[in-house]
């Protein structure tokens, strides 16, 4: 991830992207001066048709982050294991309860 938005950077991300009929963005300036393989560039008005993709992007951050927490929650679960146990093998996977 970067924050930085140059015209070189944003320029490499459009050449390695899919490439598309129709490019819609927010009204920031750099989007407007790359150049498109395919089509057309417009400005999107009032997110209508990138609200698809940022609910996307928002629903993945949000059962991204969970997962990391379950996953920490169980490596530190076999971690204390380990160590009181140093002499047993254990995985990960015997500390995961089954929802059924």
Known sequence: ???????????????????ANWYFSVAFDVYASLWYHWDS???SEAKTDTS???GNSAELRHYLARL???????FNQHQLRKRLFPKY??????????PI
């Open 1 to 19: 991830m970067t924050w930085e938005r140059s015209q070189a950077l944003m320029q490499a991300i459009e050449d390695h992207a899919p490439k």
């Open 89 to 98: 093998p254990f995985y990960i996977i015997d500390f995961v309860h089954s």
């Open 68 to 74: 990391a927490r379950l996953f920490v929650y169980y």
């Open 52 to 54: 698809a993709v940022e």
């Open 41 to 43: 560039y417009a400005v």
